[in-house]
């Protein structure tokens, strides 16, 4: 399943969201991801998670000493990430139910901001999101996009829009983004949702849509942070 082909409407996510969490959780599509970023971070760290989900990065991290700022403005999804992070006893995550375009930064800068697969989906695409990342004054920013999916992703004008950090690296990565089902029912359930037809294969004596997804994972870091 690719996340960026999916609709921008506010509505489609909070049905959505119980499908996103068997998907995630299921599935292996972020564990390159999660790699990447707790190589690079520090327990102890304020993070900004935009366009949290269900916190599939936000639970880590937090589990990592963390202090999660999970910013997410679908009801669906903040209602199994609050429901998550009570059945682990995580007491070190906020939620905001706000969209990037709304919030403003205030007080101390995040140490790190991550932006993973959620700023295609604001006002202005990418580069405005961005543009409002780079201007936050974080310590640390990482942009994780998926790539090759129809949607145009300039990397070099993205980082054409920052004056304060040294560009570190963009690291690709080929991800298995399978969906795996428990039974056609759920499968039903999905197509209805999606308004389209999956094409499914079976794994175990279960449904499954196979499917592997290009990404790219761009960290950045801003020149006087100590970290």
Known sequence: MNLTSLSKDAVFWDRFAPFYHKWASRGAYHKAILQE?????????????????????????????????????????QELLINRLSSLGIHNVQIVKRTWEDIQITGAAPDLVIACNSLHLTAGGIMEGMKKVFESGAGQIVLVTEVNQGIAVDFKNINSLQKSCEFLYIRNFRVDSSFHFDSMEEVRELEALLGRNLSIDWEDGRPCQRDMTDIAVVWWKRRDHNS
């Open 37 to 77: 970023i707790s190589r690079m971070s520090e327990p102890g760290w304020h993070v900004l998670d935009i366009g949290a989900a269900t916190g599939v990065i936000a639970v880590p991290m937090a589990s990592f000493g963390c202090f999660v700022t999970a910013l997410e403005p679908s009801g669906g999804m």
